[in-house]
Every structure is written in structure tokens, then in C-alpha cells.
């Protein structure tokens, strides 16, 4: 089973890869698939903010104690934190420049 080491090395591999956003989020939802697959406390949310260029530690703001977010469920759940509102608009963006 892989670490979080690994899922760290292999985000900050495909954040600083130059590509286009629609390839970059094709690499990171297949990733992010067999990722949590090969374990479930994997947390695609926080691996897909990991792996944006356009995702700096300033922009993104803290997950709150109080946060319901469920891992790989994003938009499936109804958490209305700031965090949880950031994350649905990040994820929306890299999802419309990939289609």
C-alpha cells in the first residue's frame, strides 16, 4: 500500500509537470482513482487541490474542525464551510478546462 509519502511525491510530480489543465486533471482523477482504491482513507479532494499549479497554500483556505466533507465523495456532500465552497468552484474550474 502506498503512503501518504507517495501520494505527496506524485502530486508535487504532476503540479509542477507543465501540461494543460485537461490533461493535468486526466492524470490526476485516474491517480486519484486507483489511489483510493488501493486505500480508503485516500482523500481526493485534498489530492486534487495538491496537484494544481493555480492552488498555492495562501489561496487555499483551512478545512474547519466543524467540516462534513466525506472523502471521495466531493459535491455529494452539504457541507457549506468556506473551505468546502472553495474546493467545489476549485475542482469545477479544472473540470470544465478539461472537457
Known amino acids: 500500500m502506498m503512503t501518504r509519502k507517495h501520494y505527496e511525491l506524485v502530486a508535487k510530480i ?3 509537470t507543465d501540461m ?5 486533471f486526466e492524470f490526476v ?3 486519484a482513482g486507483k489511489f483510493a482504491e488501493d486505500n ?4 481526493y ?4 487541490a495538491a496537484c494544481t499549479p493555480a492552488c498555492t497554500p495562501a489561496e487555499q483556505p483551512e478545512r474547519p474542525p466543524h467540516c462534513t ?3 471521495m465523495k466531493p ?3 452539504d457541507c457549506e464551510c468556506e473551505y468546502c465552497e472553495w474546493l467545489d468552484n476549485h475542482i469545477m474550474g479544472l473540470m470544465k478546462a478539461s472537457d
Open 40 to 43: 480508503p482513507r485516500f482523500d
Open 75 to 77: 459535491f455529494m456532500d
Open 29 to 31: 482523477s485516474k491517480f
Open 45 to 48: 479532494v485534498k489530492f486534487v
Open 14 to 16: 504532476l503540479k509542477h
Open 69 to 71: 466533507r466525506r472523502r
Open 20 to 24: 494543460s489543465d485537461s490533461l493535468r
